[in-house]
């Protein structure tokens, strides 16, 4: 069974959380009867592509989808013990350390000045330059990593309850919460500013709050749940949503791919697509792999398909990130696959430590980086 496969989670304190628990169960133990496809052998190819290591790093075990926090040619990373590092993304040295002093359950948020965290307990702890400034408590598990942006700290919960505190003392500023479905996705959501707004994922909808007040500025649907049952219902944004602009394209879990309008609160178009991890985009094109890791691009501007890739089945890929001509991926065995965005043609292919990578691999200028499963924190420098 794998070891990052999504969890579906019914918020605390519901009469049927003994329900959601065996539900849960139960599909774990599907997962791990059944016979886990072999993953596809990797393919001859000829290389296209300059790209070359930089420089690494260790960070300890990452048991969680790491997104590297990132602002100016700093990267702020975590392992789920709890220990924090902001590196220069140019030659990796440590720029400062700091310890949570517990486990957490999501990578880190950072704006440069401020990075915030949280804990197995439900503590939100904020730093400033290593420094530890506060702890708030916060009512539910939090998968999604914080938000840092404007002197706050915004924290997205898996009950999707989203919570607004000061970055310079913890005092609370703001909570939004809309119904919700008895069932939930404990995987990383959608939590980002933009146009002087916070977007969120809540269900299957992507949501733009003002930031100063939590009120809600508009509401669109991605993702619509359909099925017999809770969890095939479940159709809750996958984050990160890749931007471009003022389009921000994003996966509704196991149910759609779609970009919307960030300026004009607008879907462009969604279409239906299985799949679990985020996509990638650039300009032209939006990419993403099913639940088999077969990989598609469809066209950013209407939706309309581009290509398919069935060389990389099974492979267990991360999130999609675009970079240049190229999309890349992250597999299993910890091996970086490069693609060409215009047709999927293989253009390189590079190994780290042979762990998992984990998360969305991250780009910063001409840096790229990647997380494995074991805490290795690979740079690669890209054209």
Request: some cysteine; hydrophobic content about 45%; proline content about 6%.
């Amino acid at each position: 069974m794998s070891a990052v496969r999504p969890t579906p989670v019914r918020p605390p304190h519901t009469p049927a959380a003994r329900v959601a628990a065996l539900a849960l169960s139960m599909l774990l133990l599907a997962g791990c009867a059944s016979d886990k496809p072999k993953p596809a052998p990797l393919q001859p190819y000829n290389a296209s592509l300059a790209v070359q290591p930089l420089w690494s790093a260790q960070l300890g075990s990452v048991e969680f989808p790491l997104a590297l926090a990132r602002h100016g040619t700093q990267v702020i990373a975590a392992s789920s013990a709890g220990a924090i590092v902001a590196l220069d993304v140019r030659t990796g040295s440590p720029l400062w350390r700091a310890q949570a002093d517990a486990a957490l359950t999501a990578g880190v948020g950072s704006d440069g000045r401020f990075a915030a965290v949280v804990t197995r307990n439900n503590e939100l702890v904020a730093f400033e330059a290593g420094r530890q400034l506060w702890k708030q408590r916060v009512p539910a598990a939090v998968v999604t990593p914080p938000l840092v942006a404007g002197e706050r700290i915004f924290v997205l919960a898996v009950d999707r309850s989203v919570h607004a505190f000061d970055a310079l003392d913890g005092r609370r500023l703001w909570r939004y919460q809309r119904p919700g479905d008895a069932l939930t996705l404990a995987q990383p959501g959608v939590l980002m500013a933009a146009r002087d707004q916070l977007v969120v994922g809540q269900g299957g909808r992507m949501v733009a709050l003002d930031a100063l007040r939590g009120s809600v500025n508009w509401d669109v649907a991605v993702g619509t749940p359909r099925g017999t049952n809770e969890v095939e219902r479940l159709a809750d944004l996958v984050g990160p949503a890749a931007r471009q602009g003022d389009r921000a394209c994003v996966r509704a879990f196991q149910n759609a791919v779609g970009c919307v309008d960030l300026a004009r609160g607008a879907l462009l178009w969604a279409r239906n697509a299985g799949g679990t991890k985020a996509v990638g985009a650039d300009a032209e094109r939006v990419f993403g792999g099913d639940a088999s890791d077969r990989l598609t691009a469809w066209s950013a501007a209407g939706g309309e398909l581009a290509w398919n890739n069935e060389t990389l089945l099974n492979r267990g890929l991360s999130g999609a990130l675009a970079l240049g001509s190229s999309v890349v991926f992250g597999d299993a065995e910890g091996y970086l696959h490069f693609l060409a965005a215009a047709d999927g043609s293989l253009q390189l292919r590079l190994p780290t430590d042979g762990k998992a990578i984990v998360g969305t691999p991250t780009r910063v200028g001409d840096v790229l980086l990647v997380v494995t499963r074991a805490g290795g924190l690979f740079a690669f420098r890209t054209p």
